[in-house]
């Protein structure tokens, strides 16, 4: 219920239902009070009638001098009750009873009270008339019983079409967060559809293709650059590592042997930057049929003190430097989490469906909160340029494999690189 065109409606209903019940308060207030003051009128009228009969010799007492509806009485100077209509003759010749009494009730029923002096009765004499108000109370109670049903059923209705309205106007921005949704940062953005009536979505949407042409550009001169630097940078590292490696066989110098292994380090570093440079879909696989002994051989030059377990004799189809560049990476952050002295184990197994690479560590092991994240290009938890995992990732994909992470239950991070087993490759050959 966090929708905008829920809150959109609501609003609106709130507001609505303010303006329309202080509206609707003011109208019925005025009405009532037209009603009340009628009423007053036509109560004064029938007293000032009854007052000037009474008052030009013409009274007619003892005849019923008030239409039917209405009580009257005659009181003299002394404040008895000379004559008393249908209704109140129980007061006939007694004292009279609702002296400065404006309001009185008769037999359950309110009545409102009105009195004209009156000169042949002698000095104080006067004439009592009442009007029942039931009418005007049932009226008032119904005017305010309409008004509260209107203020409870009024924004219920307004909210209902307003959600209805709301969601048919919003249908085009909803659609346009969807589209934006379906982006993918690793691919080339393709221009969104704009919708034919030029409105606020047409205009949004406009602006997203105008980001999306600026993403694209600034990514294509971001690649551009790093290639160029990765290029610079390949042949001078080649010779350094060439150089370094036949000095450390002919002085055996431990300095010159870790001088050969950050040229190494350095060589792997600006592979994985082109990798990320041209993209997972230039990637391009030259495929062998190799023993996995010749994957531990580099392995074990690559990453120093690794553990090889498993079955190391069976025979891997793969891109030999390309799955050796995933799995050194895999190791060597294993290694770099484990420290000089920790322990890492890569473990070879085999299934008629696949063939998995297991590499783990004693380290700290991942955090939690990085997740799948993991595996985003700089993104990295152990302090490395982060890069390693996401060309990883590429690598397994791309021998239509995949590299899931995580945490061991007995501690420590551990990856799994999984190949297609031989099984599913004679199959696909033979389709």
């Known amino acids: 219920m966090q929708t905008l065109r829920f809150r959109?409606?609501?609003?609106?209903?709130?507001?609505?239902?303010?303006?329309?019940?202080?509206?609707?308060?003011?109208?019925?207030?005025?009405?009532?009070?037209?009603?009340?003051?009628?009423?007053?009128?036509?109560?004064?009228?029938?007293?000032?009638?009854?007052?000037?009969?009474?008052?030009?010799?013409?009274?007619?007492?003892?005849?019923?001098?008030?239409?039917?509806?209405?009580?009257?009485?005659?009181?003299?100077?002394?404040?008895?009750?000379?004559?008393?209509?249908?209704?109140?003759?129980?007061?006939?010749?007694?004292?009279?009873?609702?002296?400065?009494?404006?309001?009185?009730?008769?037999?359950?029923?309110?009545v409102r009270t009105s009195t004209r002096p009156l000169t042949t009765y002698g000095k104080g004499g006067f004439v009592w008339v009442g009007l029942p108000e039931d009418a005007l109370v049932a009226a008032r109670?119904?005017?305010?019983?309409?008004?509260?049903?209107?203020?409870?059923?009024?924004?219920?209705?307004?909210?209902?079409?307003?959600?209805?309205?709301?969601?048919?106007?919003?249908?085009?921005?909803?659609?346009?967060?969807?589209?934006?949704?379906?982006?993918?940062?690793?691919?080339?953005?393709?221009?969104?559809?704009?919708?034919?009536?030029?409105?606020?979505?047409?205009?949004?949407?406009?602006?997203?293709?105008?980001?999306?042409?600026r993403i694209d550009t600034q990514q294509a001169r971001e690649k551009q650059l790093l290639g160029q630097i990765v290029h610079e940078l390949g042949a001078p590292l080649t010779v350094l590592k060439a150089s370094l490696a036949q000095a450390?066989?002919?002085?055996?110098?431990?300095?010159?042997?870790?001088?050969?292994l950050v040229a190494d380090e350095l060589t792997f570093t600006t592979q994985d930057l082109m990798q990320l440079a041209r993209g997972q879909l230039e990637l391009k696989l030259a495929w062998h049929f190799i023993p996995a002994r010749t994957l531990q051989g580099r392995l074990d030059r690559l990453v120093p003190n690794?553990?090889?377990?498993?079955?190391?004799?069976?025979?891997?189809?793969?891109?030999?430097?390309?799955?050796?560049?995933?799995?050194?990476?895999?190791?060597?952050?294993?290694?770099?989490?484990?420290?000089?002295?920790?322990k890492v184990e890569i473990n070879l197994s085999e299934t008629p469906q696949q063939v998995r690479f297991t590499v783990r560590d004693d380290g700290p092991g991942l955090p939690t909160e990085l997740g799948e994240r993991i595996f985003d290009p700089f993104v990295s938890g152990s302090g490395s340029s982060g890069l390693g995992l996401s060309v990883s990732r590429q690598i397994a994909e791309a021998h239509g494999g995949h590299l899931t992470g995580g945490n061991h239950a007995g501690g420590g991070a551990q990856f799994v690189l999984s190949l297609p087993g031989p099984e599913l490759g004679e199959d696909e050959d033979e389709a």
């Open 8 to 110: 959109l409606a609501l609003l609106y209903t709130l507001l609505a239902l303010v303006m329309v019940g202080l509206v609707s308060a003011l109208i019925t207030g005025k009405l009532l009070s037209d009603l009340d003051t009628q009423f007053q009128v036509r109560l004064d009228e029938r007293a000032d009638n009854l007052a000037g009969g009474f008052n030009s010799g013409s009274s007619g007492l003892g005849k019923q001098t008030t239409p039917s509806g209405g009580y009257t009485m005659i009181v003299d100077g002394s404040g008895s009750v000379i004559y008393a209509s249908a209704g109140v003759s129980d007061y006939d010749k007694a004292p009279f009873p609702y002296a400065g009494q404006l309001e009185v009730t008769i037999r359950g029923v309110p």
């Open 141 to 213: 109670q119904s005017a305010w019983q309409l008004l509260w049903l209107a203020l409870i059923i009024a924004p219920l209705l307004m909210l209902l079409l307003g959600w209805l309205v709301g969601r048919s106007a919003l249908d085009g921005l909803k659609r346009a967060a969807h589209l934006a949704d379906r982006i993918d940062p690793s691919q080339p953005a393709a221009a969104l559809p704009l919708p034919r009536r030029q409105d606020e979505v047409f205009r949004l949407l406009t602006a997203i293709n105008r980001l999306l042409t």
């Open 248 to 260: 450390a066989g002919r002085t055996g110098d431990a300095d010159v042997a870790r001088a050969a």
């Open 306 to 342: 690794v553990i090889f377990s498993g079955d190391w004799q069976m025979m891997v189809l793969c891109d030999p430097d390309r799955l050796t560049q995933a799995l050194r990476n895999l190791l060597a952050n294993a290694r770099r989490a484990a420290g000089t002295h920790g």
